[in-house]
């Protein structure tokens, strides 16, 4: 029988040996990424049941934590979770920022009623990317000096801009 010491997975930054923190070496990540994938896959735990269960676990675990770990949004997200004061919905959009997505909102809403519309589906698109490029960088420089309040309302922001994104 096969001697196995299965990581921890209460965090996923534990789980991969990185500091739980927004700054993380994306190259020791997927280092441990692929170390993991090779250490737990179920094919070498097949005369085992008991631990090729707990190997397919720790591999779905593995594919996940990398998946969240690996994207800035979905890493800082996964902070905000971890730092549970910071989920009760108390975050207001400013009002400067409202403004301006609901002349964005009225500008997609015109979409269905021009004809030649691919220089202004354009012009949206470069606003909306513009502008999550700037909370992109909020939201890094708040994250990385742990100011969640701040970067949880940069995050609404940034959520907000994705779904007009989509709607183009």
Known sequence: MQMVSWP?????????????????DIGVLKIKYFE???????DFFSLEPQHQSKAIEMSAINNKAFKILNNPISRVQYLLELKEDFLTDNSTLPQYFLMEMMELNEQIDELAFEENNEE?????KL??????????NEISENAVLENWTIT???LLQWRYLERLSERV
């Open 8 to 24: 921890n997975t209460a965090n996923f930054f534990t789980f991969f040996e990185l500091p739980t923190a927004f700054s993380i």
């Open 36 to 42: 993991y994938a090779k250490l737990f896959h179920p």
């Open 120 to 124: 202004l589906i354009v012009q949206i």
């Open 127 to 136: 606003n909306i990317e513009n502008q999550q490029v700037a909370i992109f």
């Open 152 to 154: 949880k309302d940069n």
